[in-house]
Nanobody, 128 residues
Framework: QVQLVESGGGSVQAGGSLRLSCAAS???????????LGWFRQAPGKESEVVAT???????RYADSVKGRFTVSKDNDKKTLYLQMNSLKPEDTAMYYC???????????????????WGQGTQVTVSS
């Protein structure tokens, strides 16, 4: 059974930083290394949005709203996904979710419905 568990959320002031982690279990190392992993977020009253996706360190994609501020990375040995968030803004306040899908394509899907494994979410709150 595949499980994704996020951690690292919290409350920070604008301009601060947080690092989210997403630990995976139930996946082989090979499957994990070939999976698309994504970070998504949903703020109250708003639709879910893609934040970043990664297959490998040289194959990542970011939402325009976080480019230059957020960095996605993964450790295949630890089967852990990360999201380093710097220069946080109040509009980054949301529940953040990690997701995964076994993928053979070149680029990760940029829509939530494509991902079949999800974590429970971790709250990020940025105050002004």
């Amino acid at each position: 059974q595949v499980q994704l568990v996020e951690s690292g959320g919290g409350s920070v002031q604008a301009g601060g930083s947080l690092r989210l982690s997403c630990a995976a279990s139930g996946l082989s190392g090979y499957t994990y290394s070939r999976s698309c992993l994504g970070w998504f977020r949903q703020a109250p009253g708003k639709e879910s949005e893609v934040v970043a996706t990664i297959i490998s360190d040289d194959n990542t994609r970011y939402a325009d709203s976080v480019k230059g501020r957020f960095t996605v990375s993964k450790d295949n040995d630890k089967k852990t996904l990360y999201l380093q968030m710097n220069s946080l803004k109040p509009e980054d306040t949301a529940m953040y979710y990690c997701a995964a899908i076994w993928w053979t394509g070149t680029f990760c899907p940029w829509y939530a419905s494509a991902y079949n494994y999800w974590g429970q979410g971790t709250q990020v709150t940025v105050s002004s």
